[in-house]
T-cell receptor
Framework: AQKVTQAQTEISVVEKEDVTLDCVYE???????LFWYKQPPSGELVFLIR??????QNEISGRYSWNFQKSTSSFNFTITASQVVDSAVYFC?????????????FGKGTLLTVNP | NAGVTQTPKFRVLKTGQSMTLLCAQD?????MYWYRQDPGMGLRLIHY???????AKGEVPDGYNVSRLKKQNFLLGLESAAPSQTSVYFC??????????????FGDGTRLSIL
């Protein structure tokens, strides 16, 4: 069975602070894919990043960066110099390659509030 | 290019009423999905389809039925709505193949309230 755990239910920071959202996953598949999605207050789901299990390079995109560590089964997301527009619910998700390769398993999400 | 379109966006039902949510995608995707989102629960898969004419149960299928008569459409039905089905419903679609060809493309959601 696959599982994604986002232990932080809610995080509140002040603008310009750095913030890290944690994601820990469980899977028996040797090939798998990890995703982060953003859900702003308007409600739509916005794709942020995809990482496959063979690529452990960290990625940076502007103020966003992702740290993938297979040894600890974690795929953490850091926002540098947070802004009010970053306020949203963030979901980590996992896609396997075996019998469950058709679907995404989502974590419960982390509500990030960035205060001015 | 509309992507994934869900109809309606909002609906209020009385307990026991029935309704159908429509999802349409214009990306020629093989896979389609229905999720529900509840506070503190993330997104949970209700039903999915791997191709026209096929459907399968997800994690929380009870109380729902689905149909995929056309490749581009995936319908979610509530035969006898219950207050526990008050939720936000998301439809998604994706290609076949490896995860490198993903992500799933999501609709904007349908907010459904059952009184």
């Amino acid at each position: 069975a696959q599982k994604v755990t986002q232990a932080q239910t809610e995080i509140s920071v002040v603008e310009k602070e750095d913030v890290t959202l944690d994601c820990v996953y469980e899977t028996r598949d040797t090939t798998y894919y990890l995703f982060w999605y953003k859900q702003p207050p308007s409600g739509e789901l916005v794709f942020l990043i995809r990482r496959n299990s063979f690529d452990e390079q960290n990625e940076i995109s502007g103020r966003y960066s992702w740290n993938f560590q297979k040894s600890t089964s974690s795929f953490n997301f850091t926002i540098t110099a947070s802004q009010v527009v970053d306020s949203a619910v963030y979901f980590c998700a996992l896609k396997g390659s075996g019998g469950s390769n058709y679907k995404l398993t989502f974590g419960k999400g982390t509500l990030l509030t960035v205060n001015p | 290019n509309a992507g994934v379109t869900q109809t309606p966006k909002f609906r209020v039902l009385k307990t026991g009423q029935s309704m159908t949510l429509l999802c349409a995608q214009d990306m020629n995707h093989e896979y389609m999905y229905w999720y529900r989102q509840d506070p503190g629960m993330g997104l949970r898969l209700i039903h999915y389809s791997v191709g026209e004419g096929t459907t399968a149960k997800g994690e929380v299928p009870d109380g729902y039925n689905v149909s995929r008569l056309k490749k581009q459409n995936f319908l979610l039905g509530l035969e006898s709505a219950a207050p526990s089905q008050t939720s936000v419903y998301f439809c998604a679609s994706s290609t076949l193949g490896t995860g490198d060809m993903w992500p799933q493309h999501f609709g904007d959601g349908t907010r459904l309230s059952i009184l």
